[in-house]
């Protein structure tokens, strides 16, 4: 707690989701933000347009560091002089062990886009659209040393749009992400650690990172398969189709009415795919 009887809080962060929980953060009159970690990329925000958190930082004053291991000396060292009484994670790309969980007097929590104990890992917003579910959420729970195992302390739902792809996903649940702020920071009132629910780890699912290879639309089984990975796949890794012997990149699909030959028929701007009786229109994706 700071001089004035604030939360010094300390938050681990990617460009996306730390954008709006930095902005969220800021608001607060509870809060006294100590600094952000993060990571300092070279290319454009690759989901949807964002300002890299580096720059939001600049912008507002905050301290912010980037390329450094959490858990190492020199970042255990950093983590000590801020003294947080709670680090708020909002993606992060780093295995947080014991040194840092017990850093802070209460915990370290994660706002994990999935509703937990479902889609643990990396992408559960691929998994998400993958498996064709309509509801997706953000949990708020305690990290622990299992992947996304820690008691949960509360979570908010929202429906995932018939035609959303992964980009758009990702930003209605960062959007969520930085919605929930208050109403976690007030679980903290008077500075006691709340108890979370555990989680009932028998119905738990994985959400491992995809890769380009899960995006070749030619291993799909079914036109509602290839609809699936259209959207859980763009913009990253991407999704592609053979045709010949070259693998074009298609982003947006559109069922054809009708009856077509079965096989694949290019053209300049999309490739009509016939599957089972039924036709997708594939959209060549603009580089």
Known sequence: MDESGRLNVVLFALTGFGNTVLKALLA???VNVKAVFTVKYDNPFPYYEEEPLLTLCEQNQ??????????SEGGMAL?????????LVATFKQILKTNVLSLPKLGVVNLHPSLLPQYRG????NAALLNGDTITGITAHYITEGLDEGDILFQRKIDIGNVENDGQLRWKLAQLAGEMVPELLQL???FVRPVGIPQDHSQATDAPKPTAVDGYLELA???QEVQRKVRALNPLPGVSILVGQQRILVDRFEMRPGSYERGVRENAAFIDWTINSQTIRLFKKLN
């Open 28 to 30: 607060e009159n509870r």
């Open 62 to 71: 905050v301290r912010c560091y980037h390329g450094i291991k959490v858990s």
């Open 79 to 87: 983590l000590q002089d801020l003294a947080p009484d709670l680090i």
């Open 122 to 125: 990396p992408c559960p917003s």
């Open 188 to 190: 903290f009132t008077g």
């Open 221 to 223: 089984n079914s036109i």
